[in-house]
């Protein structure tokens, strides 16, 4: 046996567990065989590593090509990174290269090696272990038609998230150097039993079993509450399912009365990351592993990449197609790269789909005429991503979240005309480098401010935007709503999770456009390119700033 293939050998197989077939050990020996002895340990580690971090890690018979992609993969990262520690060497020798947009012989095909988009049907599923103290991933793949019980068991995966990020909160950690006292303990709601009347601080969610009363539950009771009189609360839009914290008094009719009601203490993304580490990955895609420092340089300093974020756009209005053609010929005739990707949300149609059949055959026109708008833009067609979000408007499935793609019947030609054009569920991850992006379609302003049952705290400071905000990062979830308001897939409930809070979150909706910074969370409403003022927004990750636009 060769020196290489013993060395493949012990490290692949012994040290991580791989196997590799015929085809992928061939070609593992041929990447290896220029390099010198000392370094082949360490390169061949490197490239198990960087497998198991951008495969299922339950792939472990390596085939060619899986292996052959992260090894592409690694080969371009360090002649990305090479290339901008040229740039700034130069650059700070006095050289005329400066550091930032498309370096050297760094392209926009290049960096879309590191965006990757996530299928809310493909999105891991990690559960909390309290025993443990600690995440699992589960790999049992969920059911779509999911039976009764993963209703229950999604909404405790929601409180135990919830639970064990407030614990970690300064202020319900007791110190060994502070008084009996100085620190917030969450009483259970079946040990209220057994205590007399009294002030107590309950974590549960709002819910109502008999019409006209709320009641809090958590997972090992129930209980009745008042919510008249004089409440202390706390920023957010307070709706049935959200899970909140209930500070009030016990009274001896066995009843709550709520004298201060705020959402679930937040967390920052840095925080949540540092208590489990990169290596438990929320999100799905690729994990940044020991690469995060490269990642971050490449990120930080590629100040041409940009994202256009396109909502409601309506392919059966003429005026919007025109514009739409006007906002293509702007990003294509500037002398910068072109956008990494344009995101387009839905709704494509300005009426909602029927499914009669009266709208089979206009709406797949509407398609094939965004296919030939595109396509007289080459530059774009050929190099940018498209990524198309549905909206609740949009065929099939509107109803329930998360839903799936818009069917290939009527993407044939775009799909065909441009083999970039990606098309994903609602909602769906899109992670670039080392951030993480989550794309969000639905009037969630009005369904929250509609099923709100205390009125939120009249702040002047506070916009109803912040509230919603607040809400949905508070929570970790995309729609923390009753199934009347919104139905869920339960079995796929995870994939509505924020946790950890994502860098930018995209909440397109009908709603006014805005700008929302909440612990360190980035949340955007693009607003409705189909609406008077044709709205849309660029979000620069290198930078992690967005610029409000318009077609005029």
Not at 498 to 512: M, N, R, S, T
Request: with cysteine; charged share 25%.
């Amino acid at each position: 046996m060769s020196s290489s293939k013993t060395q493949i050998y012990r490290i692949l197989t012994k040290k991580h567990g791989l196997t590799l077939k015929t085809e992928a050990l061939k070609y593992l020996e041929n990447v290896v065989a220029e390099l010198p002895n000392e370094q082949l340990a360490e390169t061949l580690d490197y490239i198990a590593l960087s497998y198991t971090q951008q495969q299922d890690t339950r792939k472990l018979l390596v085939d060619r090509a899986s292996l052959e992609e992260v090894v592409q993969n690694i080969f371009r990262k360090s002649a990305i990174n090479q290339a901008l520690e040229n740039a700034v060497s130069a650059s700070s020798n006095g050289g005329s290269e400066a550091v930032g947009g498309m370096v050297g012989d760094i392209s926009i095909e290049d960096i879309a090696g590191y965006l990757h988009v996530i299928d809310a049907f493909s999105t891991p599923r990690w559960k909390w272990r309290p025993d443990a103290k600690q995440f699992m991933r589960s790999h049992e793949k969920p059911r779509l038609l999911a039976p009764p019980a993963a209703k229950a068991l999604a909404f405790r995966d929601r409180y135990d998230t919830l639970k064990q990020r407030i614990l970690r909160n300064d202020a319900f950690r007791p110190s060994t150097f502070t008084r009996t006292g100085d620190h917030f303990e969450i009483t259970s709601i079946k040990n209220l039993q057994g205590h007399k009347p009294g002030s107590f601080l309950l974590l549960g969610m709002l819910t109502t079993i008999e019409e006209g009363k709320y009641h809090l539950e958590d997972p090992d009771g129930l209980i009745e509450i008042h919510l008249n009189g004089k409440i202390d609360k706390g920023v957010g839009l307070f709706c049935l399912n959200c899970f909140v914290l209930a500070e009030g008094l016990y009274t001896e009719d066995r009843i709550f009365k709520v004298r201060t009601l705020g959402m679930p203490l937040p967390e920052t993304r840095q925080k949540s990351l540092s208590a489990f580490g990169h290596n438990v990955n929320f999100f799905g895609g690729p994990s940044a592993g020991d690469d995060q420092m490269v990642l971050e340089n490449i990120e930080v300093n590629m100040t041409d990449v940009i994202f256009v974020i396109v909502s409601d756009v309506w392919l059966d209005q003429p005026r919007v197609v025109m514009k739409l053609r006007r906002l293509f010929e702007g990003f294509s005739s500037t002398s910068s790269a072109p956008p990494l990707a344009f995101i387009l949300i839905g709704n494509f149609m300005s009426i909602p789909y029927l499914y009669e059949g009266q709208h089979h055959e206009p709406y797949k026109q509407c398609f094939n005429t965004l296919a030939d708008l595109i396509s007289d833009f080459r530059d774009l067609a050929q190099t940018s991503r498209f990524i198309f979000v549905p909206g609740p408007q949009d065929p099939w499935g509107a109803k329930t979240l998360p839903r799936p793609s818009i069917p290939k019947y009527y993407t044939e030609r775009i799909r065909s005309k441009l083999p970039r054009a990606i098309f994903m569920s609602n909602p769906c991850r899109i992670k670039y480098c080392t951030q993480e992006i989550v794309i969000f379609r639905d009037d969630i302003v009005k369904r929250m401010r509609r099923g709100s049952i205390v009125p939120p705290r009249e702040d002047v400071d506070v916009s109803l935007e912040r509230h919603l905000v607040a809400t949905l990062i508070d929570q970790a979830h995309l729609c923390p709503l009753p199934p009347a308001a919104r139905p869920t897939y339960w079995g796929y409930d995870h994939a509505l999770r924020l946790y950890p809070q994502p860098h930018l979150l995209v909440l397109a909706d009908k709603h006014e456009s805005y700008s929302v910074d909440y612990e360190g969370c980035k949340c955007i409403n693009p607003g409705s390119f189909g609406g008077a003022e044709f709205e849309f927004m660029v979000y620069h990750p290198a930078t992690k700033s967005c610029q409000a636009s318009k077609i005029t």
